[in-house]
């Protein structure tokens, strides 16, 4: 039993206002799950934080991994052992754990396992805004995405609810916006149920694919993933709403946190639109789609990043036949572009509904007006990686030579007054940068930098391999001590 001294642990009926990755956490409580693992990363290290805060109390086992791959692996084969498990990651995370979650919609997972994946449109803070709902189609896995606080905790028990009862692996999307709002959470019954654990390694076609074991696997996965279209054709996490008064101007179809920032937008516009709020993703619940363009015809499909939604909307309007309908998504646009880009904030959204249903734009005049100036992160005062950066900088400097980057603070090394650091791709891609660069130029001295945290996470092949294949570079490990 709880001693319920946390807040994220006390008993319902309660109300909790809580950030929205405290809300997943409490979903993991309400779910019952176990075993949570992570490497941390924006925006879902919080996550991580409270879980350690509640360990003892709540019995949920939780370990930071050594990367997002590993962490993969431990928390999938916990749930093949019968216990409900989580794993979380940042959007960059799932290329690390890529390997092993493309394979997880093949096993039989009877803990269940739910993902937890933090996007980063925008991006605040990764070096990339990849749209991970991309791996959804790749790995065969079902996604739902929450779009708000309430529902990432309820979305989490929806997902760990059928990850249980399907035996299988279920993704939570989730994006800055979500992860990082406070809101209201309404909380629910906590599961305190013991689990007997156990392990039978031909379940159902077992768990090692070869090519001669593959068929009936992948046959399961996509034999679920039908499951999934007919749970999200059933209506669930799907709410149809008409919002303002009068004739809906427009129909729209939109998901996360693209969902709040459309309400807020036609709110000052006071525009009327009918809107169709996806909470399953993939599978898409294609046939309350097809409905509702049908019933609308002019539709506008919201989606930040990439045209996912619309792109398997437009085949199957396609495939159906259906021609006297009109799409408003990101092909065919004028600002394509543009579109693919950056978070869609309320101002943002304001402009685009302005033009589209002919309305003034309350909010260009007031903004256009003020004059913010830009600000760079920098490294906090007295952090070591300062010193290491001023060293390397004068040897380097008199030397003609270069430096190579790798993930963590110190990327800001790139920036003044040290411009150190000059070529980086993802986490421990600064060795294997420096001996690619010193194959290009062999007279010229490289150096590259690594953390003590990216050392582990994925600097060491690249370092092996350096050693291995005689790379004549220099490695900087910088440990920072404030
Ligand atoms: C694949 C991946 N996972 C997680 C992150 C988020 N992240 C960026 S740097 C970092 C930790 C870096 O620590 P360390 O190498 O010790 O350097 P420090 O920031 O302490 O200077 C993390 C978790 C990321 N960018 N990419
Ligand atoms: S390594 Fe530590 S001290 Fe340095 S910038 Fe990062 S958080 Fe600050």
């Not at 791996?135 to 990850?163: C, L, R, T």
């Not at 398997?312 to 990101?330: A, H, N, P, S, Y």
């Not at 909010?363 to 906090?380: E, F, W």
């Amino acid at each position: 039993m709880y001693s319920k001294r946390h807040p994220i642990l006390k008993d319902a009926p309660h109300k909790e206002l809580i950030l929205g990755n405290d809300a997943f956490v409490r979903g993991m409580v309400e779910s019952g799950v176990k075993i949570a693992t992570a490497y941390p990363g924006s925006p879902t290290s919080e996550i991580g934080v409270r879980l350690a805060e509640i360990t003892e109390e709540s019995g949920i086992y939780f370990e930071f991994s050594t990367n997002e791959k590993v962490a993969t692996e431990i928390a999938a084969t916990a749930a093949i052992g019968l216990l409900p498990s989580t794993v979380f990651m940042k959007s960059v995370g799932l290329n690390v754990a890529a390997d092993s979650f493309v394979q997880l919609s093949m096993y039989t997972m009877p803990g269940g396992l739910v993902v937890i994946l933090g996007d980063d449109p925008g991006p605040h803070s990764s070096q990339n805004e990849q749209d991970n709902r991309h791996y959804a189609k790749i790995g065969h896995i079902p996604m739902i995405e929450p779009a708000n606080a309430q529902e990432a905790k309820d979305y989490f028990v929806f997902a760990m609810s059928y990850a249980n009862k399907w035996k299988m692996p279920v993704v939570v999307r989730s994006t800055t916006r979500i992860c990082h709002q406070t809101g209201l959470v309404e909380y629910g019954p906590i599961k305190n149920t013991e689990v007997k654990t156990g392990y039978d390694p031909n379940l159902e076609g077992g768990y090692v694919p070869l090519p001669a074991t593959l068929k009936p696997l992948k046959t399961k996965a996509l034999l679920n993933l039908q499951k999934w279209e007919d749970l999200a054709n059933s209506g669930a996490l799907l709410t149809e709403e008409k919002f303002g008064d009068g004739k809906p101007e427009i129909g729209i179809i939109t998901a996360g946190h693209a969902y709040a920032a459309t309400k807020a937008a036609l709110r000052i516009l006071g525009a009327t639109a009918n809107i169709l709020k996806l909470g399953i993703i993939y599978p898409l619940p294609m046939k309350k789609i097809i409905k509702f363009i049908k019933e609308n015809k002019t539709v506008k499909i919201l989606e930040e990043l990439d045209p996912f939604i619309e792109e398997q909307v437009k085949m199957t309007l396609f495939e159906e036949g259906i021609t006297d309908v009109r799409i408003i998504g990101k092909h065919k646009e004028q600002e394509y572009v543009d579109l693919m880009i950056s978070e869609y904030t309320t101002a943002r959204l304001v402009d685009m509904f302005s033009k589209l249903l002919d309305k003034p734009n309350p909010i260009i005049t007031a903004s256009s007006k003020i004059d913010i100036p830009k600000r760079s992160p920098v490294l906090c005062p007295g952090c070591g990686h300062r010193t290491s950066f001023h060293a390397a900088k004068i040897v380097l400097d008199k030397l003609k030579g270069y430096s190579m980057a790798d993930i963590g603070c110190y990327s800001l090394g790139y920036l003044d007054p040290h411009n150190q650091g000059t070529l980086l791709y993802s986490m421990g891609s600064g060795v294997p940068t420096a001996a690619g660069m010193k194959l290009a130029l062999p007279d010229t001295p490289i150096m590259s930098f690594v953390g003590d945290s990216t050392f582990f996470h994925a600097a060491m092949p690249g370092i092996v391999n350096a050693v291995f294949n005689k790379h004549r570079t220099v490695l900087m490990v910088i440990i920072s001590f404030r």
